[in-house]
């Protein structure tokens, strides 16, 4: 962004190094993307809250929104509407100022990753050196946010939900911080960009199918954002049926929207940073970086409007995974959910480290083996995957199900 | 440099701005006509029983606390992660491994030790020590009589 900023001073005749006005420049520019950024976060979250709720129907074989706008694409709009014009209440007996900090504290934590978080090749706000360390560092805000939130309420339900939210949150950063430093190692950078850079556009060039530990630390990863983005299953700290709502139980109106702004966006940063770490992020097929680099004119415009495509459309999809597993798989106890972690998770993910570390150090004695070892965990990939397609299309072949997309939508 | 991380502090900031200027701007659209019921905790449609400000299962601060420790751990392992290739390119390979061994030894034998101290049980039941001090307390009027 920062070269982007610096082509628009030139553009206008200046020298941005001399100029005296360029820090304000600066300034400016990140003020504006960090608005459209928020804004996109904030978008894409209530989308999500749609597409989530449309999921959830076709999965349970009901109807879902559909009055407002084309399909009712729209409900998320009139849900913030709503949310703006409700009452927005403080229990009297609450810490005051704790319980108005606290969604503040949410949100900040939350835009925050979007510094280092790539959208394309060129598109990233900041493509910082420490990038997936500080992401790590910064989720950790929402912690503070939710335990704010919790404690000052003053309800037994809050303090419940906030309490377990934190243990919950804080175990699985464990296994996720450890699952994500693999794909560190076989970059050999932290900078996001630099990790997507070290990856392919064809899929045996991602790090998921790098090497066995590498798979393993990929689902790790998964299972861990799964439970630090509280979604099913391991959804206890707002568990319905035991604890109401968990820590927003006291909150209500837009204060209350924050949290669920948060929860959904979260889908996105999750999915982003699983593309980015694992899954080859923005690399296009059969192009290579360096020729992303070097194109000029249309041509970059083109492949780079591709690459936005390809790391949006890796996204969405792991979006869509997760929104899957929610009306899939029932919510687990919170002793299974904390033998998980840190039982099986975090041992695994210590194995994974140890056996990247060896393997590393084979493949630079016998680069050969790398490429065996990327080939077969890729046909193994595709085998799965046909198997997986084919189990599920006798599945509906079997039951009869119809895709009714017509009379409903 | 200062560029990036001036960009985090922009970042907090507008996101500041975002919830503050919404809950400001929503100020004027919505009602505002607390009562009593309204202000009350929720607790299921009855009175609250007290506050919720008391003692808490020490078990979380337990898990706390080992969070902590390999919550460090893991920060110091990750500049020698993010090293580690070029080390191995250096033909300091082994050097890095032993490096990274240790490090990952010393999380295990920690992980060893909480897992063995059983702190890392969730249900902690009352262990077959204390039920045997208990049923022996019970039994030991019976043998002196």
Redesign the interface.
Known sequence: ??GFLDNLIRHFGHDPATWPWTQFV??GG??LF??A??NFA?ITAGIFSWAERRVAARMQSRVGPNRVGPGGFLQWVADAVKL???????????DKILFRAA??FM??G???V??ALPFSHRLV?????IGI??IIA?TALIVVGIIMSG?S???????FGA?RS??QI??Y??PG??AL?IP???????STQGIIRAQGGLPWQWFVFDNPAAFVAFVIYFISALAEGNRTPFDLPEAESEL?SGYN??YS???FS?FFLVEWGNMWVMSALATTMFLGGWQIPGVSAATLDAATGGTAVALELLSLAIFVGKTLFWVFVVMWLRWTLPRIR??QM??MC??YL??MS?AA??FV??W??VV?AVPALGLVMRAIMFVLGVAFTVFFVYRTAQNIRDTGDKFDFTSNW | ?P??????L???????L???G??V???F??????T?E???????GEK?IG???YN?NPR?YL??L??VI??VE??F??PV??????F??KGQ??LA?LE??VF?AI??VG?AY??AMGD?E??KGLKQDVLKAAREAREQPRKAA
């Open positions: 962004m920062q600066y300034l990140m003020a960090a608005f950024v928020i904030a703006l014009t409700k009452e927005d209440l403080v229990p009297a007996e609450a969604p503040y949100m900040v939350f835009a925050c979007f510094v706000i900041a493509d910082m050196n360390f500080f910064v404690w309420s003053n309800s037994k339900w809050s303090l309490i934190a243990a804080i175990s950063e464990i911080g450890i430093m560190v190692m076989l970059a050999g950078t932290l109401v139980t006291e109106g837009m204060r924050y919170v002793d904390m033998n840190w039982k975090v041992p210590f480290v140890a570390a060896v590393m150090l630079h | 440099m560029f990036h991380f001036a960009n985090v922009v970042f907090a900031a507008i996101a500041i975002f919830v503050l919404s809950l701007g929503g100020h659209l919505r009602p505002h006509n607390p009593a309204k202000e009350m905790i929720y607790e299921c609250p506050q919720a400000w808490f979380f898990i706390a080992v969070f390999f919550e893991i920060a392992m990750y992660a993010s090293v580690y290739r070029s191995i390119e390979g082994m491994f990274i061994f990952v999380l295990a992980l909480v897992w890392l969730w249900v």
